[in-house]
């Protein structure tokens, strides 16, 4: 069984280059996270098949060295794009997992018919804008001990009114520990998912450093690549191959002035 088809144990591997990587086990055992299991599995699975062919081509004596480089660089070129392709999917994965934790612990709105929560919302805010400081402190560590919090903390966290950093920051953890707290399988979902994004990121530029070895590519032809491949699809996922803002706008000023 080759390394990339089961992630259950924590690995150390070798590949064809020379290079190797220690490969931790998958964090997810529950299936909630396969998405981001998948996509580097398909990666590595193309590397395994990468490598060894250019290497092939790079030791047969029949070609010269412009031959060898026309039978390389399209081989190539497909390992780049299955890379990008890979950031790709996992940022996919990761915006459903950002929607999820979006809908666990965002702060609902007030239907604007609904003049009774608001009318509540206003006493609660107004209550404790009468507080002093002390008082609102001692009543932050009484309420992150008590039910009383998410309730307190959901009308300041509406208010129209820009509150305090340290106070906002304060309900804002209180108010989605709440969320967790009722919402537990949902919430172990979410973070298994981010773990997992972890984990595949980690795999992800464990292949970009095999792929760009192969390839021979330079960092400009990589990121122009990445800049113009499938129509720009991927231009988002650039700077996941390790440029800057400004390595990208730079690029991009070249291209637009055919430098």
Not at 15 to 44: C, K, R
Not at 179 to 203: C, D, T, V, Y
Request: net charge neutral.
């Amino acid at each position: 069984m080759n390394f990339y088809e089961n992630f259950t144990a924590d690995q150390r591997v070798q590949i064809g280059t020379g290079h190797t990587f220690d490969i931790p086990a998958f964090p997810d055992t529950t299936g909630s996270s396969n998405e981001a299991q998948v996509v580097a599995s398909a990666l590595w699975s193309h590397v395994s098949d990468y490598v060894p062919q250019v290497n092939a081509i790079k030791a047969d004596r029949r070609f010269s060295d412009y031959g060898r480089a026309e039978h390389i660089d399209p081989i190539a070129e497909t390992a780049h794009l299955r890379l990008v392709g890979g950031w790709h999917n996992l940022s996919s994965f990761e915006k459903s997992v950002d929607m999820r934790e979006k809908a666990l612990v965002g702060v609902p709105t007030v239907d604007p018919a609904n003049f009774m929560v608001q009318l509540e919302d206003r006493e609660i805010r107004e209550w404790w804008s009468r507080q002093d400081v002390p008082t609102r402190a001692e009543q932050m560590r009484l309420m992150a001990q008590g039910g009383e919090a998410e309730r307190i903390a959901l009308a300041v966290l509406r208010s129209p009114i820009p509150q305090g950093d340290v106070e906002k920051t304060t309900f804002r953890a209180m108010w989605e520990d709440s969320r967790r707290a009722a919402n537990p399988i949902e919430a172990e979902r979410i973070a298994l998912g981010r773990k997992s994004i972890e984990w595949a990121e980690r795999n992800l530029q464990y292949a970009s450093t095999v792929i760009k070895s192969v390839s021979g590519w330079d960092k400009e032809r990589i990121l122009k690549h990445a800049l113009t491949a499938q129509g720009g699809t991927f231009k988002p996922y650039a700077a996941k191959l390790g440029f800057s803002k400004q390595d990208i706008a730079q690029a991009e000023l070249r291209m637009t002035n055919r430098r």
